[in-house]
């Protein structure tokens, strides 16, 4: 990707991360961030950087639906027991961890295909289970309402596209 692209990426705000670490969350991983090698971990960290930044608990691990399906099996048939209640699921090639994952459970699975969407697909798998978890959590919920504000907020205070294109920096609007 190159590095104009990345500038335009949505960034998590600082003070959302500084409010995340003040306020404990519901006790345990709520959600289990999963992928099918370690190098997918580079996109689906921000994943786990959407539910830092709402103070939600998750935890990571690698795991393949071609190279090692008995631990897939194993781990999403037990997650809804172990207290999990929403799976991420990343992977390139077929992309099928996440399809093979939402076999196995009644959790909803939501999946991030590596090459085809990558980081911001990641990010927004992050905040999409931040809102099914707000369903049932209150901190989750206001958490979510403040990223939310805080999101406006940065657009009311940019609503002239020119003044942060690189194409156009620097001219009048
Ligand atoms: C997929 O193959 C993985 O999810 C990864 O996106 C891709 C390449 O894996 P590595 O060769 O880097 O382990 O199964």
Do not use: C, F
Not at 30 to 55: F, N, Q
Not at 80 to 102: T, Y
Request: glycine share 10%; charged share 15%; net charge positive.
């Amino acid at each position: 990707m190159r590095k104009a692209q990345r500038n335009r990426l949505p960034r998590i705000p600082e003070a959302l991360l500084e409010l995340a670490a003040m306020s404990p969350g519901p006790a345990g991983p709520l959600v289990g961030i999963i992928m099918g090698s370690k190098s997918d971990w580079e996109t689906m960290a921000h994943a786990a950087k959407a539910l830092d930044a709402l103070g939600i608990a998750y935890e990571v691990n690698v795991m393949s639906a071609h190279r090692t399906p008995a631990l897939v099996d194993e781990y999403v048939s037990g997650a809804e027991g172990r207290g999990l209640e929403v799976i991420i699921a990343g992977a390139g090639g077929a992309a099928h961890l996440a399809g093979v994952s939402a076999a196995r459970t009644l959790l909803p699975v939501l999946g991030v295909p590596m090459q085809s969407i990558g980081q911001p697909g990641a990010t927004n798998a992050g905040l999409l289970a931040a809102a099914i978890l707000a369903n049932k959590h209150p901190q989750i919920r206001a958490a979510l309402r403040k990223y939310r504000d805080s999101q406006t907020q940065t657009l009311l205070s940019q609503t002239d596209p020119r003044a942060w294109s690189s194409n156009t920096q620097g001219e009048t609007p």
